[in-house]
């Protein structure tokens, strides 16, 4: 069982946007902004595409945003792309044992 | 371009040990904290260990303290992690993260990975 909580799976038509959401507590998505976001594409190494919460790195696409409320942060993709399907995973510092955890991922389809 | 270029993975009986390399390239190495993050086969990501530049500070998930060790030879642009112990849930590819400067998080920049089987 993971840290973070994320829906199995999430889908959505071309040009739509999706939410994807990761639950946490008040230990680690709740206690920093230090939530961050990875793409990881089929049988490829996984990309930052978010961190500090709604921070984008230098090339990741602003159809691409994060944010947070509470202990759930979220991850944003609009105007989805054939290429957004990949899986999705959110990752957070935590107070608990000051260690990093990620959610179990989110498979993102593109009907 | 930075390149993270992960070695020593492979086959290994339960109980044995394996040491993981990893060189750095296109980066100032000595910069950044560094991370071994690993994914079992069809599962998710998991976050093992985590190095701050100067060696000064390691972090280990609870799940494999005290079986592994990282460390890192800026010199050599080379961050390492000693597994020990193994059992097949340690059966996973293992990435070389380079992560932030001064901060834990984020995982800036992913390896292709290296495969670790525990089996007999």
């Known amino acids: 069982q993971s840290a973070l909580t994320q829906p199995a799976s999430v889908s959505g038509s071309l040009g739509q946007s999706i939410t994807i959401s990761c639950i946490g507590t008040?230990?680690?998505?709740?206690?920093?902004?230090?939530v961050s976001w990875y793409q990881q594409l089929p049988g490829k190494a996984p990309k930052l595409m978010i961190f500090?919460?709604?921070k984008r790195p230098s090339g990741v696409s602003d159809r691409f945003s994060g944010s947070k409320s509470g202990d759930t942060a979220s991850l944003t993709i609009s105007g989805l792309q054939a290429d957004d399907e990949a899986d999705y995973y959110c990752?957070?510092?935590?107070?608990?044992?000051?260690?990093?955890?990620f959610g179990g991922g989110t498979k993102v389809t593109v009907l | 371009e930075v390149q993270l270029v992960e070695s020593g993975g492979g086959l290994v009986q339960p109980g044995g040990s394996l040491r993981l390399s990893c060189v750095g390239s296109?980066?100032?190495?000595?910069?950044?904290?560094m991370h071994w993050v690993r994914q079992a086969p069809g599962k998710g990501l998991v976050w093992v260990a985590g190095?701050?530049?100067?060696?000064?500070?390691?972090n280990y998930a609870k799940s494999v303290k005290g079986r592994f060790t990282i460390s890192r030879d800026n010199a050599k642009n080379t961050v390492y992690v000693e597994l020990k112990s193994l059992t097949a849930e340690d059966t996973a590819v293992y990435y070389c993260?380079?992560?932030?400067?001064?901060?834990?998080?984020?995982?800036?920049?992913w390896g292709q990975g290296t495969l670790v089987t525990v089996s007999s």
């Open positions: 993260v380079r992560g932030a400067t001064n901060s834990w998080t984020p995982f800036n920049f």
């Open positions: 296109g980066l100032i190495f000595s910069n950044y904290r």
């Open positions: 190095i701050t530049s100067d060696s000064a500070f390691t």
């Open positions: 008040s230990s680690d998505v709740g206690h920093y902004d230090l």
């Open positions: 500090d919460v709604t």
């Open positions: 990752s957070s510092y935590t107070t608990s044992g000051d260690t990093l955890v």
